[in-house]
Structure formats: structure tokens, C-alpha cells
């Protein structure tokens, strides 16, 4: 609901949703919709095959009217510096004032928000799908139709991992949007997108299919199509046409420097949302699978190392102990090249596969083990199933001093990192932190001890003094770090 909130990254991973507008323009977009009905139709488009495929002008008129905006509004709890309010004096703050409260108190107040976003109707009873962060903390969803009737919507159900949500509207005989799919969509093929940016209703926008199985680090684990629609706040949650003038995907985020449209956005395939749709009407709402690992990528230097014909797969670096995997018999090391015979290429490939299953399924895997391939059957946990409780290494007497959670390299990693010894940072905080030492570095020694495990870094730890030289690797590259002790 809230509209591209700054983030420290470089690039804003920005979700598209609007803030209100004054005004939409939207009784221009329904005459430039009445004249290209009445105009003849524009010269379809050719797919390799021969066959006609129909314009973007007919695929906007016969979709157009079941593509819907949708406004929605509510408060957030915010905390207000005493001072910082350009309106009205707070009477509350005047009390708290009066009677001694320190100045710069924070004062918590609710705070009305606002938002726009863009769906479309998949049934003629009024059920019409969106993405889950336009109706996020939202207390009243209102959904307009191209006819300008509107309607008070109900969320029957939000997936915050995919990003889909069911609404509901009080109607009879609506216009519906037909479901596609897009195992047949291919890269470089047309596509169109309906929505309302910035509160512009029924706004068109083509472009071509950039990519497909897209990964993004959301945690979303939706294989996202990539596409250059210009996609922009508001657009959140409007239908994605293939040239047929089927619906393929939700358009749900856009990839920018400065939040704003830069040529590369991103649509939830419609598999993805039917399922969620279907789950959340049965039951109220969506289920997800786990298999309990932690994977990476594979690179050329592990493929070589690793003996693969190919850097492709998923390479296992944890396994959850009890999880499915560990149930199953996978190892740390082990690389994942297939689920139920479908290749897994990127490491991502994984998670998109598995989120998309239903708990409790059994699922073949095929495993690069030791120079060879092996057949491992699992069963996949339910992710709303908390993970069995885990003792850590950062739980060790001596992380207060140095500020470290470090655990033992796996040998495919001390491969990659040309190490025989030392231990994976896993976070740094406190002092080592402030040192610059970061999640990810190899620590290699203290005080030119070489770092073996875990205990003997708490051991030389406890000993130092004031501060410790550490070195670590990084990027390929050793350099000592000064750490001043906590």
C-alpha cells in the first residue's frame, strides 16, 4: 500500500504501488477506448507460425473494461518528535509538555495513509486479483471499474512470499480477463500491460518479454518474468497480456536506480497467482513447501572442482538438521541438477520450485555426489512449520568481545576460497564490525593463530588484550583487520 519507501541499496528493488492522486484523467482513457472501438481494428501481429494474432487495440477494448483501480486507505503507528509537526498544535503533546516531558520525547500517533494500485476481475461474481502489497494494512479497499461504478472490496486472503492477494466485490455479470499460460511465452515475444500509474486509469503500456525464471533478492522465490512494459506506482497488481490477449502475469515490481521506471520490470507468472487464488478461496490462504537447505550458485571454479560438465545446479551448503533434507539423506556438498526430472540451472531455480509445491509431497531429486549423480527421494515440510531448534556457534562465550558468529568452512567452500583451515563469517557486529570486518569474509587467524574452529578463536580471544589483529580473506585478497575488543 505504501508507495517506493528509499532503501540504502544502489538499486531500489521498488514495489509499484501509488500514492493518491487529485485527479486520473480517466473520462479521457474511456473516449480514446470508445474511438478504437469504433475505428477499424489496427494490423495484427504475426507470430512465427503464420496465424493473426490479435492487435493491442482489440486486446485493450475486449480486456480493458475487467482491469480495475483500486484505492486504499488506513493508518500507521508512527512515532513524532516533539517539534516536527507543521500542522495544528497536538493537544496531547501540549499536556505531555506542560507537565514535564523531556523535549525530543518521540510521541506515537496514528497516521492516515493512502494508496493506489491496479487488479483485474477472473470472475463474474466479482473475485479480482492483485498483489498483496498494494492491499497490505490497508482498513478499506475500494475497487473501480472502467463503467466508474465502485465497490467496497473484501481480502479474502494476501500471500506476502508471492506477492498475491484475493479481493472480493458485491456484483453480478462482470467482464473477466482470460488466463493464459506462460510455458508457451517466450523471450523477445510482445506483451501489454493494463493498470492505473499514477492514478491514470486503464493505461496501456507494450513491450517485449525480456526474460524468463527471474530471481530476485526478495525472498519472494517467484520465478518472475522480466519484462520493458513501462510499469510505474500504480500499475501494482494490473493484468500482463500476451499477444493473444491472455493474461500471463501480475505486474508486481520494477528494478530502478531511482524508483522510478528504467526499462526493467517484473510480472508474477499466472500459474503462480491461479494457485494462490485457488488456495485462498478453499481455504482462506496459501500454503508453501520446504525442503530445508541452503544453497548457492554454481560458478565455473566450483563446477571444476566438483568435476560438472557444466556450472549449473544447486550446490547444498547447509542442511537443516530434521529438515526434509536431512530426512532424505542430503549432504552439505551435494549439488542439486534436477527436481522430478526439471533442470535446475541457477541455484534460485530450487526454492522457485519447491515454494510452488504443496507440503508434504514427495519429490525425486537428482544429486551430484562425489563425482557421480545419485537419485535422492524427498519429502517437502510445510515452510509455515517453524525449523527445529539449532545450537549456534555465535552462542559461544567470546562473541561479546569480538562481535562475530563464525561457523566451520564446508570443503567446497574452502575449495572456492583456496583455504585449507579457517571459519566463515557469518555476521559481524559490535567491535568486529566496527573494524569493517563483514558477513562473508574467511577469518583466517588472530593474532597469528590460524583459526581452526570455533573454540580455539574463543580461546586466543579470551586471552588478548585491549584489541586483536585478525586476517581475513576477502574477494581473493588477505588483509589484517585492528579490532579494538568490547
Excluded: C
Amino acid at each position: 500500500m505504501d508507495t517506493l519507501a528509499s532503501t540504502p541499496r544502489r538499486l531500489i528493488l521498488a514495489l509499484v504501488a501509488a500514492g493518491a492522486l487529485g485527479a486520473t484523467g480517466a473520462g479521457l482513457v474511456t473516449s480514446r477506448q470508445a474511438q478504437a472501438v469504433a475505428q477499424p481494428a489496427a494490423v495484427p501481429l504475426a507470430q512465427p507460425g503464420g496465424e493473426a494474432l490479435p492487435g493491442f487495440a482489440q486486446i485493450t477494448a475486449q480486456n480493458g473494461p475487467a482491469v480495475v483501480n483500486i484505492s486504499v486507505s488506513g493508518t500507521q503507528r508512527t512515532a513524532l518528535a516533539e517539534g516536527d509537526d507543521d500542522g495544528p498544535a497536538d493537544p496531547f503533546q501540549e499536556f505531555f509538555r506542560r507537565f514535564g516531558m523531556p523535549q525530543g520525547m518521540q510521541m506515537p500517533r496514528d497516521v492516515p495513509v493512502r494508496g493506489q494500485g491496479s487488479g483485474f476481475i477472473v470472475s463474474p461474481d466479482g473475485v479480482v486479483l492483485t498483489n498483496a502489497h498494494v492491499v497490505k494494512n490497508a482498513d478499506e479497499v475500494t475497487v473501480k471499474l472502467t463503467d466508474r461504478r465502485e465497490f467496497r472490496a473484501k481480502v479474502l486472503g494476501a500471500d506476502p512470499q508471492t506477492d498475491v492477494a484475493v479481493l472480493k466485490i458485491d456484483a453480478k455479470g462482470l467482464p473477466t480477463v482470460h488466463l493464459g499460460s506462460t510455458r508457451a511465452l517466450g523471450v523477445g515475444e510482445w506483451v501489454l500491460a493494463i493498470g492505473s500509474p499514477f492514478g491514470f486509469e486503464n493505461s496501456v503500456t507494450a513491450g517485449v518479454v525480456s526474460a524468463k525464471g527471474r530471481a530476485l533478492p526478495d525472498d519472494s522465490a517467484v520465478p518472475f518474468i522480466q519484462t520493458d512494459v513501462a510499469v510505474n506506482p500504480g500499475n501494482s497488481g494490473g493484468p500482463l497480456f500476451n499477444a493473444r490477449g491472455e493474461v500471463v502475469g501480475i505486474n508486481s515490481q520494477i528494478y530502478s536506480r531511482s524508483g522510478g521506471y528504467q526499462g526493467v520490470s517484473f510480472a508474477i507468472p499466472i500459474e503462480v497467482a491461479a494457485r494462490v487464488k485457488d488456495q485462498i478461496l478453499a481455504t482462506g490462504h496459501a500454503s508453501h513447501a520446504r525442503l530445508g537447505v541452503t544453497v548457492q550458485e554454481v560458478n565455473q571454479t566450483l563446477a571444476d572442482s566438483f568435476g560438472l560438465d557444466k556450472p549449473q545446479g544447486a550446490l547444498v551448503a547447509d542442511v537443516q538438521k530434521g529438515g526434509p533434507a536431512d530426512k532424505a539423506g542430503l549432504r552439505s556438498g551435494d549439488v542439486i541438477r534436477s527436481v522430478d526430472g526439471q533442470p535446475i540451472v541457477s541455484s534460485s531455480d530450487l526454492p522457485a520450485f519447491v515454494s510452488q509445491t504443496a507440503p508434504g509431497t514427495q519429490v525425486r531429486l537428482q544429486v551430484w555426489r562425489h563425482g557421480r549423480s545419485e537419485d535422492v527421494t524427498a519429502t517437502l515440510g510445510n515452510a509455515a512449520d517453524k525449523p527445529p531448534a539449532q545450537a549456534r556457534a555465535d552462542a559461544a562465550p567470546g562473541q561479546g568481545r569480538l562481535g562475530l558468529a563464525l561457523r566451520p568452512l564446508q570443503p567446497g567452500e574452502q575449495r572456492e576460497a583456496g583455504v585449507e583451515g579457517g571459519l566463515l563469517i557469518e555476521q559481524a557486529s559490535g567491535p568486529a564490525a566496527r573494524a569493517g570486518v563483514q558477513g562473508g569474509d574467511v577469518l583466517l587467524s588472530v593474532n597469528g593463530t590460524p583459526a581452526r574452529d570455533v573454540a580455539q578463536v574463543r580461546g586466543v580471544v579470551a586471552k588478548a588484550g585491549k584489541s586483536v589483529a585478525l586476517l581475513v580473506m576477502r574477494d581473493g585478497e588477505r588483509i589484517f583487520v585492528p579490532v579494538r575488543l568490547g
